[in-house]
């Protein structure tokens, strides 16, 4: 019997209802796997939440393990479902005391999450969408990846047996073709970008490889929300005040804003508390905040993008239109960074805090920054800095970060 043809509703966890179009709100079934809505948009995971809040209580976590698993109620995946569990999640809040005080700002917390398996959060979202995928029968995985993604798939991929093929851009950090291979998963290097690489996979994958894309599969974005529950169980079920991310494709950020969503509707916390999210891009590439600031509800794709910070060069992103809505809705911002500020904040994440920061980090560390000085984040509020992969994969970012500095000097 083909695996397709075995997929089974029974590997779904049966608290999971449907997937709901972002931009249209027609709900479909999960079963079979579906990647999208027939109208191209993303899909969003609902739960009954209903039913939950009367039989799930925070209180319960207290006796559960620390990662991600512990909010398996609100994970798609049935408890008889087959999962590698290899150490995703729970990465905690630092204080950044140094930076806090370099800041002026009272309570600063960087969520670091170098400490993922193969050292982004980019761990979350494979976490569940790998094991997903192969319970409806799913067993050949592919994505387009700036870095992290590909390692991510290659390592939940390798744990659970199935094979997996990651089409990079040439120009990707170095290390990430390499931990890709190692984990036993195929590299295709592509000329151009992350969107080159994405319409790569589609031409040249082939039918049976399932396209695990950011967003273009409903369950990375259930890994990650754990970001959220982590963020409001860390501060004593409250939410801080401002969230400081750096975007790309916007999972993380979508994430957390369906996790606060779902955890209101848990009664967990308290409704109309939700934090202002900034979306933070670089120079090289704005598009979500281009739209953003031109008041325009979808992006357009940014040209020539170009960064070092390759997790956030991502020229169009196919949710861009629920990633700007989020932003409203939280009253948040958008800002872009230069080049030489993201790196700059790299090496002062580095010596300040003794976290090796990506790139990425670094970029939401000079945003943080500008928006201290322009009094749009004021001394007294919490605040929690993203800080998304471990600066080991990204050497030649470093090496660049090292001889600006020495050059300043
Ligand atoms: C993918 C990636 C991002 C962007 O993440 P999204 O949630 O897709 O916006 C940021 N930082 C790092 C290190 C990444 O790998």
């Given at each position: 019997m083909r695996a397709t043809a075995r997929a089974t509703r029974s590997a779904l966890s049966p608290d999971l209802l449907g997937l709901v179009c972002a931009k249209n709100g027609h709900e479909h079934e999960p079963v079979p796997w579906r990647g999208l809505c027939d109208c191209g948009s993303p899909l969003s995971a609902r739960y009954d939440l209903a039913r939950l809040a009367r039989t799930w209580k925070r209180a319960s976590l207290a006796r559960r393990r620390g990662g991600l698993w512990r909010y398996r109620e609100v994970l798609p995946l049935a408890r008889r479902a087959r999962v590698a569990d290899l150490g995703e999640g729970g990465t905690g809040l630092r204080p950044g005391r140094v930076l806090g005080a370099e800041l002026g700002l009272e309570q600063l917390w960087i969520k670091d999450e170098s400490g993922n398996p193969t050292g982004s959060f980019k761990a979350r979202g494979m976490a569940v969408a790998v094991p997903a995928a192969v319970a409806l029968g799913r067993d050949k995985l592919a994505v387009p990846s700036a870095g992290n993604a590909g390692s991510a798939l290659a390592a939940y991929a390798a744990a659970l047996g199935v094979p997996a093929q990651v089409f990079m851009p040439r120009d990707t950090p170095r290390a990430f073709a390499v931990v890709c291979r190692a984990l036993g998963a195929r590299v295709t290097l592509v000329d151009g970008l992350i969107t080159d690489a994405g319409r790569a996979l589609r031409e040249r994958a082939g039918e049976e490889w399932t396209d695990l894309s950011t967003l273009r599969e409903p369950y990375r974005l259930e890994g990650k929300k754990t970001l959220g529950y982590e963020i409001a169980e860390d501060l004593g079920w409250k939410l801080p005040d401002v969230i400081v991310y750096p975007t790309g494709g916007g999972t993380g950020l979508l994430g957390m804003w369906k996790a606060f969503e779902e955890m209101e509707s848990l009664g967990w916390i308290e409704r109309g508390h939700r934090p202002r999210l900034v979306c933070v891009q670089t120079e090289g590439c704005a598009p979500i905040v281009r739209a953003f600031q031109s008041g325009a509800e979808s992006a357009t794709p940014w040209q020539s993008a170009s960064t070092l910070a390759s997790g956030l060069?991502?020229?169009?992103?196919?949710a861009d239109f629920w990633i700007l809505r989020a932003l409203r809705e939280s009253r948040g911002t958008a800002r872009a960074v230069t080049e030489r500020d993201l790196l700059h904040d790299t090496l002062r994440l580095a010596r300040a805090e003794g976290i090796l920061a990506c790139p990425e980090g670094g970029a939401a560390l000079a945003a943080l920054r500008g928006l201290v000085a322009e009094g749009w984040v004021r001394p007294g509020e919490t605040v929690v800095l993203f800080n998304?992969?471990?600066?080991?994969?990204y050497l030649e970012a470093l090496e660049e970060a090292l001889a600006r500095e020495a050059g300043r000097s």
């Open positions: 060069r991502v020229p169009s992103a196919v998304t992969g471990s600066g080991l994969s």
